[in-house]
């Protein structure tokens, strides 16, 4: 036992010293973000085709994440809508000696068929 106290003990440095790296290099690539005026002077070397090609994958872009977000928010009401359902459900049959815990699961898999759907809508926008 003594043996695998001493190992367990060994490697807890080791996983701190990697998040305290991660962390030095996520400040260190914040630190080369560019300026906006940096952003526009390599946006005005573009050619027209390329700034075209630049603006279509940006707009693809957001609009992606807005599908997504719309689908995040529409998957949270239905969690919190379907769960206040599943409750009243389940209070208004407590006494009838009925199993009515699967109203619990409906919610869930509402959610899961929401952000399946949004996920395959968002891998479509090309």
């Known amino acids: 036992m003594r043996g695998v106290a001493r190992g367990a003990s060994e490697y807890a440095p080791r996983t701190v010293a990697k998040g305290k790296d991660k962390r030095a290099s996520e400040a260190a690539q914040a630190a080369d973000a560019m300026s906006d005026e940096e952003f526009q002077r390599k ?21 992606k994440r ?5 689908g995040y928010l529409a998957a949270v009401i239905a969690l919190i809508l379907g769960l206040l359902w599943a409750l009243y459900i389940y ?5 009838s000696g009925e199993f009515m ?5 409906v919610p869930l898999f509402l959610a899961g068929v929401i952000l399946f759907g949004v996920g395959r809508l968002a891998r479509r926008i090309k």
């Open 43 to 63: 946006l005005d070397a573009l050619t027209p085709e390329q700034k075209a090609m630049f603006m279509r994958a940006f707009e693809l872009a957001l609009r």
């Open 66 to 70: 807005r599908v997504l977000l719309m």
């Open 91 to 95: 209070g208004k049959t407590l006494g």
């Open 101 to 105: 815990a699967w109203v619990f699961l």
